[in-house]
């Protein structure tokens, strides 16, 4: 994640969910690697973000999974972290930084057993097929897999009636799956010509990163020679970080909710559970 102002405002919403329930003393391992092993002996990993005692939390940025959200890749990391620890059971937190929503639930180690077992035995069949999901993005075989490329030379998108809701269902669900594909391939030609390869017809071309300054540095070097009122005209506010900090100190409301504006609510298309694999 790239560390612009509103990245680190994002990221002290997500820091101010997981000091409600994880203590100021507590022992935090950050981004710890989490190991189960299958019945082959061989081992799977990944990197949880954050574990504290009975919590394990992970960030999410873009929409919101709907339900059950990413209880599958929780409960991997809480499988390996109870059986390391000797625990019967552990809170697992979903953090969508940039919905700003808390998802949590509580995970026993015979759910995580119960959920592990039943993914690595269907990874493990043979004739088991792969389905495309919500997590293909983040697939390591989203370049190739049939569940993303099968059969799409046969289709004619010419022949989706769009007006018809089941047919622009159907059309979504198959745009989603190429739309995988198509980021995929651009992510590798990036990689391609990034690592000095030639890719005819392409270039890179290097953007400047994103600028962030210290506000509290800025405005100790610059308020006396251009005045607060000046340097007030380049800043905007954090309302959640305001509204929190005035509620530590004062009991009434913040006495300005009155000017503060509001810009349209957008929408979000997400994906039916009833297109997730079981
Ligand atoms: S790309 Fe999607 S369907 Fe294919 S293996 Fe990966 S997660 Fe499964």
Redesign the pocket.
């Known amino acids: 994640m790239e560390n612009s102002v509103s990245d680190y405002r994002l990221i002290d919403w997500g820091i101010e969910q997981v000091s409600k329930f994880v203590p100021d003393d507590a022992l935090v391992d950050v981004e710890p690697r989490m190991e189960i092993t299958t019945g082959e002996g061989k081992g799977i990993y990944g990197y949880a973000d954050l574990i504290a005692g009975e919590h394990i939390v992970d960030l999410k940025s873009g929409g919101i999974a709907p339900e059950p959200g990413y209880r599958a890749q929780l409960s991997g990391y809480a499988l390996a972290y109870m059986e390391d620890t000797f625990r019967d059971y552990v809170w697992c937190h979903e953090l969508y930084i940039d919905a700003k929503y808390h998802r949590y639930y509580k995970v026993t180690i015979e759910e995580a057993r119960e959920t592990v077992d039943s993914i690595v035995s269907a990874h493990l069949d043979p004739d088991s097929e792969?389905?495309?999901?919500s997590?293909?993005k983040w697939?390591?075989?989203?370049l190739t897999?049939?569940?993303?490329v099968d059969g799409i030379e046969e289709e004619d998108m010419t022949n989706f009636d769009l007006t018809k809701p089941q047919q622009l269902s159907e059309a979504l669900v198959l745009a989603k799956r190429l739309k995988?594909w198509c980021e995929a391939v651009e992510k590798a030609a990036k990689t391609h010509l990034n690592n000095g390869g030639d890719l005819k017809g392409w270039r890179f071309q290097k953007r400047s990163g994103r600028e962030s300054v210290d506000p509290k540095a800025a405005h100790s070097e610059l308020y006396s020679r251009m005045g607060s009122d000046k340097f007030m005209e380049a800043c905007s506010v954090n309302l959640t970080k305001l509204r929190r900090i005035w509620s530590e100190f004062y009991q009434e409301d913040l006495p300005i909710e009155d000017l503060i504006k509001r810009s349209k609510d957008t929408f979000a298309l997400v994906e039916d559970k009833t297109n997730e694999p079981k």
């Open positions: 792969p389905v495309a999901c997590f293909c697939c390591k075989h989203n897999c049939p569940a993303l995988v």
